[in-house]
């Protein structure tokens, strides 16, 4: 039952005060719910509402005004790899409230940018989250209420899907994809690319500029010896961005010689690789991306 204050995780602002009798997650969601199970698609989903009321969220400890009844309802089945993100987007300086499955509160404000909020749960549990948008100086505005395991609201264009400040590894790679197998010969596989891009991997908390879509895909079936060694050769300073088969992201800078970047996966998971080629000062150079169990460039 939700009737427990805890202190909670996440990437925002966390609210432990006592729970105010004004917001009540008992009653009906104002713009409707939504069970979702991790792995959904359409990823984000989302919600189109208004934001604010009449109740003052710094009776939680958080901030903004939200209105008595949630603005939205979300079922959730956690999994074991994706986070749960909740975000806003909108116009107006815009606040998250949330009261989650264990009957904790969180909140956030502007961890978004742009005046938005957005609270990131790592291990989110599964169960009823119970969420207000608040408007944090008051009134009512437009905004969309963004439901994913992959991106802020705010990284995302009108239609819901990735804009082009986001590396998109469900695009097509530019450069080709390969099938290996542990074992594979010869070692190293290379693939001649160029770095850079539009795209600050920054997003991903990498280094560098890369391009939208991936560079190059791999599909690797791993075994029990080897590592998985990913690297790059150019005169230019080049950055690796990789995400791999359970979703995580990976990346490096200068591990490897002269300014070139190598990730050394000890124990590498069988799957698809999306790999990135970065370049550190936003240039577009000519480079080698190795994929090797045995060396890195």
Do not use: H
């Amino acid at each position: 039952m939700k009737t427990t204050i805890a202190l909670i995780a996440s990437t925002a602002l966390i609210c432990s005060a006592g729970v105010a009798s004004a917001q009540d997650f008992t009653l009906q969601p104002g713009y409707g719910s939504v069970s979702l199970e991790n792995g959904f698609t359409p990823d984000p989903y989302e919600v189109d509402l208004i934001s604010g009321g009449s109740v003052d969220a710094s009776t939680i400890g958080c901030a903004g005004m939200i209105a008595n009844a949630p603005d939205f309802r979300v079922d959730y089945l956690a999994g074991d790899f994706f986070p749960l993100i909740l975000s806003v987007e909108s116009n107006s300086d815009t606040t998250l409230v949330v009261n989650m499955p264990d009957g904790s509160w969180a909140c956030d404000d502007d961890s978004a940018g742009n005046l938005n909020p957005m609270l990131e749960f790592n291990q989110p549990m599964s169960g009823q989250y119970d969420i207000w948008v608040g408007a944090f100086g008051g009134g009512n505005e437009e905004a969309t209420l963004y439901i994913s395991e992959i991106m802020a609201g705010s990284s995302y264009d009108d239609g819901g899907s990735m804009s082009g400040g986001m590396p998109d590894f469900s695009l097509a790679p530019t450069y080709g994809s390969v099938d290996l197998q542990s074992g594979f010969d010869p070692d190293p596989y290379n693939v001649q690319v160029t770095s850079g891009g539009t795209v600050d991997a920054e997003v991903v908390g990498c280094a560098g500029m890369i391009a939208t879509a991936p560079d190059f895909r791999l599909n690797y079936a791993a075994g029990d010896i080897f590592p998985l060694i990913i690297s790059t050769m150019s005169s230019d300073d080049t950055t690796l961005v990789i995400n791999q088969p359970d979703g995580s992201w990976i990346c490096d800078d200068d591990s490897g010689e002269n300014f070139n970047a190598s990730v050394n996966i000890a124990s590498p998971m069988s799957g698809q690789y999306d790999i990135w080629v970065g370049s550190f000062f936003g240039d577009n150079q000519p480079a080698t991306l190795a994929i090797s169990e045995l060396y890195s460039n």
